[in-house]
């Protein structure tokens, strides 16, 4: 805008009257630092590399734009490719059924075969790998305290690779590939750099935990996996709103996107179906482990909340309350209500057969067992007990069984050897032990040469360079968000405090470290957002440019060294005792 633009015409970077100030000085040729234009912080644009790069290597402009929107794709499957040799690369090792898998491996054959899970007999483990074929599945029902969806994942890999640990590892060997392939996707939106996206994604291939929770037929990948699917979902469908809400407002005569807080206030977005397709996912979540619940709600404030800053940005004087009458029932409605017939869905085979655990509970019975339930920070809700004949048998019978699960959860306090506080996880103060043998020197794949022994451990522990750095990078992306006001990081802190919070609700409960890879991916484009500023923002002499490139590749070849340093500890690949012990970087991890 010119300086002999009127005082009445708004800033049309801001959307907001300029100070006096500047609206006098302007009079006398006084032009405001430019920042993006509306349109651009709208709808902004997607980094490229710098234009000095290309005639190094010969590379002519037609071939590098080419290869620019190329590496859009091809640099995330580069990155899936790399996390994906890691993962199957004898997976089928140890040949031995670790830590929950004795849970989990087993519910989901029964699951695939029958349609619900069965009671197991005691020490049954080492017939499944001697003979898995003559191994019977129990049609005597089996209490389980956590819902189907995990498990059905598991059992299609067994119903592909038969009751074995590649069988019943191998569909979250799958997840844990696509989730860094996501990740990529998720931190390109994100960040608008397809650098920053795959290196999001590199490091969430070389973390520890997110590679051992991969390998091992457990929950918590799979929840980690819809949990980041859903909020990809919300990121595109942020981008989305946005640019429909920029198509809707004014141009002025040069062609630049003017604020019309009518339009900012009154728009309607129309159909998102990519908000519907995270409430999909985020009912998957809950249908794995119940805390993809809290999930859920952070998720759902946080896609609020993303409304309310698109109406601001766009002009509206008040979005808060553009948002409450045009925006949080659609909200609500696409999102919420899926989640639930999506869990409710999840459990088709329990509603469809008549052998599930308290699956004909209420026959002859009235009303709702129990009469109340309690609930973190609510306390006691009583429930209704009369009138409640008309909700089918087979829903009253799955409350009863689902408020008996939740008061199991809620009250599990028996001690565990590798039980830890969630204060402590960020640090990595106690991993677990999925399994452990010390095979003699020259037995087995120990060397002769080991000494007298060998160590042979799975051991659940995150990469801990990754983990140390992602201490700092929190703290970087809280500053961003509070006094930045980046929604980015605003994001990322959501999905951190989503995954990991809760469990401070629970202090008594028996908890484990790896729960915490339901919030790895954000630890990892937390880490991503650090490294971006170290390489110093667009317009950055060549010596800051270069400090922060020797700086970040440093950070980067140390924590890719690190995990390959513990690779035999995610492994489980015999070591000499002496390097094992040299491993244990911390008492806490023995």
Request: charged content about 20%; overall charge positive.
């Amino acid at each position: 805008m010119t300086s002999t633009a009127p005082e009445t015409v708004q800033d049309r970077d801001t959307g907001q009257d300029p100070p006096g100030w500047q609206r006098r000085l302007r009079r006398f040729g006084y032009t405001p630092p430019s920042g993006p234009g509306l349109r651009e912080r709208l709808v902004p644009g997607w980094s490229r590399p710098s234009e000095r790069l290309w005639p190094v290597f010969g590379i002519g402009p037609v071939a590098a734009d080419t290869l620019v929107r190329l590496s859009a794709w091809l640099g995330p499957l580069l990155v899936a490719l790399v996390a994906g040799v890691l993962r199957f690369w004898n997976l089928g090792k140890p040949d031995a059924v670790i830590f929950d898998e004795t849970y989990y491996a087993k519910d989901a054959w029964a699951l695939i075969n029958q349609g619900y899970e069965g009671h197991w007999p005691k020490d049954i483990d080492k017939a499944i790998l001697r003979a898995p074929g003559d191994v019977a599945v129990p049609t005597d029902p089996g209490y389980v305290v956590h819902p189907p969806v995990g498990k059905w994942v598991i059992g299609l890999g067994e119903k592909m690779f038969d009751f074995t640990p590649f069988g019943w590892r191998f569909m979250v060997a799958v997840l844990g590939t696509l989730s860094v392939l996501m990740l990529c996707r998720i931190g390109r939106r994100l960040f608008r750099s397809t650098f920053l996206g795959c290196l999001a994604g590199l490091l969430l291939a070389v973390d520890g935990l997110h590679f051992v929770m991969s390998r091992t037929a457990l929950l918590d990948l799979v929840l980690m996996f819809f949990v980041l699917a859903a909020f990809g979902a919300l990121v595109v469908d942020r981008d989305r709103a946005r640019a429909r809400l920029a198509a809707a407002l004014p141009e002025d005569e040069e062609g630049m996107l003017r604020p019309d807080a009518r339009i900012a206030e009154t728009f309607r977005f129309g159909a998102r179906p990519w908000r519907i397709t995270a409430g999909v996912m985020l009912g998957l979540a809950a249908g794995t482990k119940w805390n993809g619940l809290y999930v859920l709600v952070a998720f759902c404030l946080m896609a609020v909340v993303w409304d309310v800053g698109a109406r601001r940005t766009a002009g509206a004087v008040r979005p808060y309350r553009a948002v409450l009458r045009r925006d949080v029932v659609p909200a609500f409605v696409s999102t919420v209500p899926v989640a639930v017939v999506t869990y409710l869905l999840s459990w088709w085979g329990w509603f469809a057969t008549k052998g599930g655990y308290a699956r004909d509970w209420a026959e002859g019975r009235s009303g709702l067992s129990p009469d109340h339930i309690s609930l973190p920070l609510l306390g006691r809700i009583d429930l209704p007990q009369f009138g409640m004949d008309w909700v089918p048998e087979s829903l009253r019978s799955f409350w009863h069984y689902e408020s008996g699960v939740y008061s199991f959860h809620v009250n599990l306090k028996s001690g565990h050897t590798y039980e830890s506080n969630p204060w402590s996880w960020i640090v990595l103060g106690r991993p677990v032990s999925y399994f452990y043998e010390s095979p003699a020197a020259g037995t087995g794949a120990c060397p002769a040469d080991a000494g007298k022994q060998c160590a042979s451990e799975v051991l659940a522990l995150g990469t801990p360079l990754l983990w140390w750095s992602a201490c700092f990078a929190l703290v970087y992306v809280l500053w961003r968000w509070v006094f930045r006001r980046d929604w980015r990081a605003g994001a990322i802190v959501c999905g951190v405090a989503a995954g990991w919070l809760p469990w401070f609700l629970y202090q008594e409960r028996t908890i484990f470290l790896f729960y915490a890879v339901v919030f790895v991916p954000f630890l990892c484009l937390a880490v991503a957002m650090m490294i971006g500023a170290m390489l110093g923002p667009p317009g950055s002499d060549e010596r800051r440019r270069a400090i922060g490139a020797v700086a970040s590749g440093v950070l980067v070849l140390l924590i890719i060294w690190n995990f390959i340093y513990f690779h035999p500890l995610y492994t489980g690949a015999p070591i000499p005792m002496e390097e094992w012990r040299d491993r244990m970087w911390l008492d806490t991890w023995v």
